[in-house]
C-alpha cells in the first residue's frame, strides 16, 4: 500500500507543479502582463512600481521562481476591490461554499443512489425507462438553467423560497438543488451501471446458489461492491461541484467562492482571479489524492498487498 | 374513451421512446432540432424579424404575443432594451451553432493530434503530454475558461479557442488509450516491420480507426461545450454584448425575473436546453451504433 | 442405499427466448437422467453442449431470457418445477449445492472467508454468529486448509487459486447437501493442484453420502471419478449409462468420436482422430439429428427426423439411428 500511496502523491505534486506553471505561462507569454496585474486606472509610476515588484523585466525563470515561492508563503496577491489579501478572502468564502456543496452532494446522493439501485434490479420496466428519462434531463439541462426557473417558479410565483443570500434552511434548498441536480443524474446513473456489472457477476451468482434472499443478495453483497465506484466519483464530484458552483451561486448571490470568482472578473480584480483559479485546482488535486488515498484504505484488494 | 386522451399519450408514449436511449431508433427528433438550429443559424439574416442588437425603448418589457400586452410585432416579447427577443434567440443560435461546432472540432483536432502522438509514440513525448493532460484535467473546465477569458480577454473567436484549450484533454485521454490497443494490433505491426515511417503509420492507419471515437467524443462534448459557453456568457465572460448569446440573454433577463417577466428567461433555457438534449441523445445513440465498447464515455 | 433414485429428470426442456420472440435456442432438450444417491454422474461435451444450463435448470436459477418449457426435476420424490421461489431458496445450498468454475470470481471480494463460508450456515440453520464461526474453521479444516483460524479473517485475494476452491467447496457441504453440482471445477487450476482436488472431492463425497453431478469436458476426470456419464450434444443427452459400459463400447458416433481423440499410450495410431465439422449453431440447428453433418455414418434418415431414446440396457440409453434395428439404411 505504501508503494502506492507514493506514488499517487508524486503524481499530486507533479500535476500541482504544472498547474502553476500553466497559470504563470499564460499571464505572462499572453500580452503585457501589466495590464492584469495592475489596478485599473493606475498610474505610469503605480505601473512601473508594479512591474519591478513583479519582477517583470527579469528572465521567466527567476519570475516563475518568484511567483511559486510566494505562493508557497500564502501570499497569493492584493485584492484590488475589496484591499485584502486574496487568501484571507478566499478562505473567509471558502465555508459556504463547502456548505452549499455538501448540501448538494448530499441530494445528489440521496436521489441517485436509491434510483440507480432501482433501475438496475428491475431492468426493463417502467423503473428504468423513467430513471433514463431522469438521468437524460439531469445531464442536460445545465445547473443555471435549474436556478433560473426555480427562482421563476418557487421565488416569484409561489413566493415559497428566498431567491438570494444565505444564512437559513429555507436559502440553500434551491442552490442545492440546481447544484445537485446535474450530479444526482450522473450518480444514479454509474449506480445503475455499477449494479449492473456486480449483479451479473459470479460471486453474486454464488449467493444465490447458497440459497441466500434476494434481499440479503442485493443489500450485502452486491451493494457493497457496486458502491466503490460510486463513492470515489463522489468524492472528487464534491471538490468539483465547488468549482462548478461559480454559476449557481451567482445566479442565488450565494456568498461562497464562485461568486468571488465572479465578482473578480466583473471587476477586472485579477489576483483574485487568479488566487481563485490556483487554489482551485491545488483543491482538486489534493482531494482527488485524498479519496485515492481512502480508497486503498478501505478496499481490502489494496489494503494488503504490497 | 376519450380519443384525443389516448391519442395523447400515445404521442407522448412515442416521443418518450424516441427520446430514451433505445439503440435501434434513430433519433430523429433531436436530429430534427438540430437541423433546424443549424438552418436558423446559417439563415439568421433572413429569419430574423428585426435588428437583435438595436431595441426600442418605447417597446421595453413586452411579453409574447399571446399575452396582453404583447403584439405580433414582437412574437415573443422585448428585452429591458426594447430589443425583440424572438430576433435574439435567433441569432443566439448561430452564436451557440458556430461556436459549439467550431469550439468542438478545435478541441478534437487538437486532442486527437495529441493523443495519437503520444500513444504511438510513447516515451517522454507520453509522459509530457500525459502530465499536462492529467494537470488541465484536474482544473475543471469552467474555473479554467473563467480563468483564461480574464487573461486573453472575451470575444467569440477567443471564447472558441478557450473552449479549445479546455476541452482537448477529453479527447485526448479516451484516443490515446484507443491507440495504445491498436498498436498491438497485426496490421500496425506488420506496418511498422514492413518499415513505414511513423508519420504515414499515424496517418493511414491509426487516424481512420481513431476517427469513430473522436465523432462519438464530439457529438458529446457539444453539449458540454455549449452549456460551458452559455455559462461563460451569463457570467458576463463569453460573447461580450451586445452580440446576443443565449447565456447572455438569460443574464440580462434575471434582471427582470422578480418583476415576473419569465418570457426572457424561459425562453432562452428552453433553447439552451434543447441544442444540448439533442446533442446528448444524438451522441449517445452514436456511441452505441459506432462502437459499443465505448460504453465507459 | 435406497433404490429410488436421488434426483431424476424427465424430458427436460429449457429454451432462451429472444427479446422479441423471434429466436428460440433449446439449450437443454428433453433431457432424461437419473442419478442414484451417493453415486457420481459426469456430465461432457463441447462448450455451447448445455452443460451448464442443464445445471443451472435444476437450481431453477436461469437468466431471465430462459424459460424451462417442458419435463420434470424430480429430486427426493419432490418436482422441484412446482415449488415456489421462496421454496427452491431452501433447496439451494441446503439440499442440492453448486460450484462454479472460477473460483477467484465466486468469491466475494469485500468480505472475510469466514464470512462467506458461514453465511449458508446463518440464512438456512439459524446458526448464531459465534457458532456459524467456529464451524466454518471446522468446515476449513475438513477441506484441508491449513492454519483455518487465520484464514477465516482473511480475505480471497489473499489466497492462492486452490485455496479458493477448497473454500467454495467448502461453502458447498457446510450444510450437508445430498447433491453437489461441480461445473468445471478443475479448469482454472494447476495440473498439480487438480488431481489433489478430485482427491479431497471424492473424500467428501464418501465422508458425506453426497451424489455428485460433475460437469467437464474432460473425459480422464469422467474415467476416473464418475460411476455414469451422460454425452451431451447441441441440448440433447445423446448416450447416456455407466462409464465403464460406455468406455469399452460407445453406442453413439459422437461418443466414439470424443473417446478416439483422446491421445493414449500405446496407441498404434500416427494421427489423433478429430472431429471434422463445427459444433452446431444452436439458434439454427441442423434438421433431424443434430449431428448429422459431423457425423462419419450418417444416414438418410439422420438429417430427416431425430432419433428417439432408445434403453440399451440398465441405465443406458441412446439417441441414434444405429441403434434402432428398424432405422432405414
Same mark, same amino acid.
Given at each position: ?306 | ?297 | ?53 442443464? $445445471? ?5 436459477? +436461469?437468466?431471465? %431470457?430462459? #424459460? =424451462?418449457? !417442458?419435463? /420434470?426435476? &424430480? ?56 457458532? $456459524? ?5 471446522? +468446515?476449513?479444516? %475438513?477441506? #484441508? =486448509?491449513? !492454519?483455518? /483460524?487465520? &484464514? ?178
Amino acid at each position: 500500500m505504501k508503494r502506492y500511496i507514493l506514488k499517487r502523491l508524486g503524481y499530486a505534486a507533479i500535476s500541482l507543479i504544472l498547474l502553476s506553471l500553466t497559470i504563470f505561462l499564460f499571464v505572462r507569454l499572453t500580452g503585457d502582463p501589466t495590464v492584469l496585474l495592475v489596478e485599473p486606472g493606475a498610474s505610469q509610476a503605480d505601473i512601473e512600481a508594479i512591474r519591478h515588484q513583479f519582477g517583470l523585466d527579469q528572465p521567466l525563470w527567476v519570475q516563475y521562481g518568484h511567483f511559486v515561492s510566494s505562493l508557497v508563503r500564502g501570499d497569493l496577491g492584493h485584492s484590488f476591490y475589496y484591499r485584502t489579501p486574496v487568501l484571507e478572502l478566499y478562505l473567509s468564502r471558502l465555508p459556504s461554499s463547502l456548505l452549499l456543496a455538501t448540501a448538494a452532494m448530499a441530494f445528489s446522493l440521496l436521489i441517485g443512489i436509491p434510483t440507480g439501485i432501482m433501475a438496475a434490479v428491475r431492468v426493463n420496466r417502467w423503473w428504468d425507462s423513467a430513471g433514463k428519462v431522469f438521468a437524460l434531463l439531469g445531464l442536460s439541462v445545465p445547473s443555471f438553467a435549474v436556478g433560473l426557473l426555480m427562482i421563476l417558479f418557487f421565488s416569484v410565483y409561489l413566493g415559497w423560497l428566498p431567491s438570494s443570500g444565505s444564512g437559513s434552511v429555507a436559502h440553500v434548498i434551491m442552490p442545492a438543488f440546481a447544484l445537485g441536480w446535474y450530479f444526482a443524474a450522473a450518480h444514479m446513473r454509474l449506480t445503475r451501471s455499477s449494479m449492473l456489472d456486480v449483479l451479473g457477476s459470479e460471486y453474486v451468482k454464488l449467493a444465490r446458489l447458497k440459497g441466500l434472499p434476494e434481499a440479503l443478495v442485493i443489500a450485502k453483497h452486491a451493494f457493497k461492491n457496486a458502491l466503490i465506484p460510486v463513492l470515489t466519483l463522489a468524492g472528487i464530484n464534491l471538490v468539483i461541484m465547488v468549482n462548478v458552483a461559480v454559476v449557481v451561486e451567482t445566479v442565488f448571490a450565494w456568498p461562497g467562492i464562485g461568486r468571488l470568482l465572479y465578482e473578480g472578473v466583473s471587476f477586472r480584480d485579477f489576483p483574485v482571479v487568479q488566487a481563485t483559479v490556483i487554489l482551485n485546482g491545488a483543491m482538486v488535486v489534493i482531494v482527488s489524492l485524498l479519496v485515492d488515498i481512502l480508497y486503498a484504505v478501505i478496499d481490502p484488494r489494496i489494503r494488503f498487498t504490497r | 374513451m376519450n380519443g384525443s386522451r389516448s391519442a395523447a399519450l400515445t404521442v407522448a408514449w412515442r416521443f418518450a421512446s424516441l427520446a430514451s436511449f433505445r439503440t435501434e431508433g434513430f433519433p430523429t427528433i433531436p436530429v430534427i432540432i438540430l437541423g433546424v438550429l443549424i438552418f436558423l443559424a446559417v439563415f439568421a439574416n433572413v429569419l430574423a424579424p428585426h435588428d437583435p442588437e438595436v431595441g426600442n425603448l418605447g417597446e421595453r418589457f413586452r411579453p409574447p404575443f399571446w399575452q396582453q400586452g404583447g403584439s405580433e410585432k414582437f412574437p415573443l416579447g422585448t428585452d429591458h432594451l426594447g430589443r425583440d427577443v424572438l430576433s435574439r434567440l435567433i441569432f443566439g443560435a448561430r452564436v451557440s451553432i458556430v461556436v459549439g461546432f467550431t469550439a468542438v472540432i478545435f478541441a478534437g483536432v487538437l486532442g486527437t493530434g495529441l493523443g495519437i502522438l503520444s500513444g504511438f509514440l510513447g516515451g517522454w513525448v507520453d509522459q509530457i503530454i500525459m502530465r499536462v493532460t492529467d494537470a488541465w484535467l484536474a482544473l475543471p473546465a469552467l474555473t479554467f475558461a473563467i480563468f483564461l477569458a480574464a487573461v486573453i480577454g472575451p470575444s467569440a473567436m477567443n471564447i472558441v479557442i478557450i473552449l479549445g484549450l479546455v476541452y482537448w484533454t477529453r479527447y485526448a485521454r479516451v484516443i490515446r488509450g484507443e491507440v495504445l490497443s491498436l498498436k498491438e494490433r497485426d496490421f500496425v505491426r506488420l506496418a511498422i516491420v514492413a518499415g513505414c515511417s511513423k508519420r504515414t503509420i499515424m496517418k493511414r492507419h491509426i487516424l481512420p480507426n481513431v476517427l469513430n471515437s473522436a465523432i462519438v467524443l464530439g457529438t458529446l462534448m457539444l453539449g458540454v461545450v455549449v452549456v460551458t459557453e452559455a455559462a461563460l456568457s451569463f457570467l458576463g465572460v463569453g460573447v461580450p454584448p451586445p452580440q446576443p448569446a443565449w447565456g447572455l440573454m438569460l443574464a440580462d433577463g434575471k434582471k427582470g425575473l422578480m418583476a415576473g417577466y419569465w418570457w426572457l428567461t424561459v425562453l432562452p433555457c428552453g433553447c439552451i436546453v434543447l441544442m444540448v438534449l439533442s446533442a446528448n441523445l444524438l451522441g449517445d445513440w452514436l456511441r452505441v451504433k459506432l462502437d459499443p465498447q465505448l460504453r465507459q464515455l | 442405499m435406497s433404490d429410488a433414485p436421488l434426483l431424476e429428470l424427465r424430458g427436460l426442456s429449457t429454451h432462451y427466448v429472444s427479446a422479441r420472440g423471434t429466436r428460440v435456442v433449446r439449450a437443454v432438450d428433453e433431457v432424461s437422467l437419473s442419478l442414484a444417491p451417493g453415486s457420481t454422474l459426469g456430465i461432457v461435451g463441447e462448450s455451447g453442449s448445455g452443460k451448464s444450463t442443464l $445445471a443451472l435448470t435444476i437450481l431453477r436459477l +436461469l437468466p431471465p %431470457a430462459a #424459460r =424451462i418449457t !417442458a419435463g /420434470e426435476i &424430480r429430486f427426493e420424490g419432490e418436482n422441484l418445477l412446482e415449488k415456489s421461489d421462496r421454496e427452491m431458496r431452501h433447496v439451494r445450498g441446503k439440499r442440492i449445492a453448486m460450484i462454479l468454475q472460477d473460483p477467484m470470481a465466486s468469491l466475494n471480494p469485500l468480505f472475510t472467508i469466514g464470512d462467506q463460508v458461514a453465511e449458508p450456515l446463518r440464512v438456512h440453520e439459524g446458526a448464531s454468529r459465534r457458532g $456459524a464461526w467456529s464451524r466454518a474453521k471446522d +468446515l476449513l479444516k %475438513a477441506v #484441508r =486448509i491449513s !492454519a483455518p /483460524e487465520s &484464514r477465516v479473517r482473511e480475505y480471497p485475494h489473499q489466497m492462492s487459486g486452490g485455496m479458493r476452491q477448497r473454500i467454495v467447496g467448502a461453502i458447498a457441504i457446510s450444510c450437508s447437501p445430498r447433491l453437489l453440482i461441480a461445473d468445471e471445477p478443475t479448469t482454472s487450476l494447476d495440473l498439480t493442484i487438480q488431481a489433489q482436488y478430485l482427491n479431497l472431492l471424492r473424500d467428501l463425497q464418501r465422508q458425506h453420502q453426497l451424489a455428485l453431478i460433475f460437469i467437464t469436458h474432460n473425459l480422464g476426470i469422467v474415467a476416473k471419478m464418475c460411476d455414469q456419464v451422460a454425452v451431451m450434444y447441441a441440448g440433447r443427452v445423446v448416450e447416456w449409462g455407466p462409464v465403464t459400459r460406455i468406455f469399452d463400447a460407445p453406442a453413439h458416433p459422437y461418443t466414439r468420436a470424443l473417446l478416439g481423440s483422446i491421445p493414449r499410450m500405446g496407441d498404434g495410431r500416427k494421427r489423433l482422430t478429430a472431429i471434422e465439422g463445427q459444433p452446431p449453431d444452436l439458434v439454427a440447428p441442423p434438421s433431424g439429428c443434430a449431428f448429422h453433418p459431423r457425423c462419419p455414418e450418417a444416414m438418410t434418415q439422420c438429417r430427416e427426423e431425430a432419433p428417439p431414446e432408445t434403453v440399451l440396457g440398465p441405465s443406458h440409453t441412446a439417441r441414434c439411428w444405429l441403434n434402432v434395428p428398424a432405422a432405414v439404411k
